[in-house]
């Protein structure tokens, strides 16, 4: 039997130990197990209260305004925020709106337009609760980077 064949049979067997631990909780390797398991197929194990995403194009959904699409990256109702992606098409319009919460806008690429200024890559605005916004357009486009408070994007999930 060469190397290639053993690799073969031992992703077989880490694929269905890993199936099925997910399935029922008493097959569930102990972590030493499921720690030694992972090293050995090269996949790092993901540090207890973390999460990650990667850039791909998975996840994005439409927004409500035409040339927008988003990504939320943390939804937390507990702590109070949102982070969300925005990836914003060349001629796009937001309308006004009023900030229930306080919103933090960091410009990621592109350009922004809001109260007569024009903001860039690296440009950062901060809004307080409580407050109005004029309309925010791009002539060529952005991506933009918000934390916002989950109640003035997400509305609270039917009980």
Known sequence: MNDDA??????DALAVALARSVERTD???????EARLLARAGILPVPQGFS????DEAGWAPHPVPGIRMKVL?????????TVLFDVAPGTRFPPHHHQGAEECYVISGSLH????????????HADADTHHTELWTEEGCRVLQVMPPEDYFPDPPA
């Open 74 to 82: 943390t939804l937390n109702r507990v702590a109070g925020y949102a």
């Open 27 to 33: 097959l569930a390797p102990r972590p030493e197990v």
């Open 114 to 125: 809001t109260w007569d200024r024009k903001l860039g890559p690296g440009d950062f605005v």
């Open 6 to 11: 053993d690799n073969v049979e031992f992703d």
């Open 52 to 55: 990650f995403q990667y850039d």
